[in-house]
């Protein structure tokens, strides 16, 4: 079974910046691409930025020039670097797996949430 474990969540002012990562742990699975999920108080979860295995990114509008993601595969650790945060960035961040199982059985992963919370 992976796990995903996402730390680094916190109280941080409006402008501020938080770093979260996220590591994956389990014996003999594959890991590929690993993304960042949130979900906002009284909303859908919605889809923040997704990293392949070859570092390869992409980002949701709201989130571009603000937020980087990067990655250790070493380590099956990913990073969610977050700058000039604003108040509507306040949520639990979700970090999502796709992992194939000893067996070559796709299996999706979600972490347990970290959340965020932006003051003004």
């Known amino acids: 079974q992976v796990q995903l474990v996402e730390s680094g969540g916190g109280l941080v002012q409006a402008g501020g910046s938080l770093r979260l990562s996220c590591v994956a742990s389990g014996t003999g699975f594959r890991i590929y691409t690993m993304a960042w999920y949130r979900r906002a108080p009284g909303k859908e979860r919605e889809y923040v930025t997704r990293?392949?295995?070859?570092?390869?990114?992409n980002y949701a509008d709201f989130v571009k020039g603000r937020f980087t993601t990067s990655r250790d595969n070493a380590k099956n650790t990913v990073y969610l670097q977050m700058n000039s945060l604003k108040p509507e960035d306040t949520a639990v961040y979700y970090c999502?797996?796709?992992?194939?199982?000893?067996?070559?059985?796709?299996?999706?992963?979600w972490g347990q949430g970290t959340l965020v919370t932006v003051s003004s």
């Open positions: 990293i392949t295995t070859g570092g390869d990114t």
């Open positions: 999502r797996a796709d992992t194939y199982t000893p067996m070559d059985r796709y299996l999706e992963v």
